[in-house]
């Protein structure tokens, strides 16, 4: 009886310590500085970094506004992080950061502090307010099915600088 009952509590703890490391391996990875919008992307982390390597590289600064609690967002981001030209060009032509938090440079705010909003910078430092979307209401922001708009003015931002040079 004292055998059976050792046996159950060892082949008891043995199952509860499977299971608790099956959870463990459950749990989601840290969260990158990407946020879900492409891991393969190299992120800056704050808008005065992204201003500074903009200038060393001669590269425009893309910013995205977004919150993580935000559906619209959510819904942008997968598209985003799905589209493979765009995660190309984000990767190799732009210096890229995106925000959970206003920052203090109002020029990055023309029409409001709404989300998401995507704002480009070019290498001199000016915030590009001609580089607008699709909405009269809300200049700056994209919807899923504006990703080609979306890419349209990528191109944009980089033709501007182009003809700066």
């Known amino acids: 009886m004292v055998h059976s009952a050792l046996a159950l509590?060892?082949?008891l703890i043995a199952v509860s310590s499977n299971l608790a490391m099956a959870?463990?391996?459950?749990?989601?990875?840290p969260?990158?500085?990407?946020?879900?919008?492409?891991?393969?992307?190299?992120?800056?982390?704050?808008?005065?970094?992204?201003l500074f390597q903009a200038r060393q590289s001669n590269k425009p600064l893309m910013v995205i506004h977004h919150l993580e609690d935000c559906q619209?967002?959510?819904?942008?981001?997968?598209?985003?992080?799905e589209n493979e030209e765009i995660q190309e060009m984000a990767q190799n032509n732009f210096i890229m950061l995106n925000l959970m938090h206003e920052t203090t440079?109002?020029?990055?705010s023309p029409d409001g502090q709404y989300v998401p909003r995507i704002m480009f910078?070019?290498?001199?430092?000016?915030?590009?307010a001609d580089i607008?979307?699709?909405?009269?209401?809300?200049?700056?922001?994209?919807?899923p099915q504006d990703i080609p708009f979306l890419l349209e003015n990528m191109k944009k931002a980089l033709r501007l600088i182009q003809t700066e040079l």
Do not use: H, M
């Open 31 to 50: 969260q990158t500085l990407s946020r879900g919008w492409g891991d393969d992307i190299t992120w800056v982390q704050t808008y005065e970094e992204g």
């Open 9 to 11: 509590t060892l082949l």
């Open 132 to 143: 607008t979307g699709r909405y009269s209401n809300r200049l700056y922001t994209y919807e």
């Open 105 to 108: 440079d109002k020029n990055l």
């Open 23 to 29: 959870i463990k391996k459950e749990k989601r990875a």
């Open 121 to 128: 910078v070019d290498p001199s430092l000016t915030v590009r």
């Open 72 to 81: 619209y967002c959510q819904a942008l981001k997968k598209v985003f992080a």
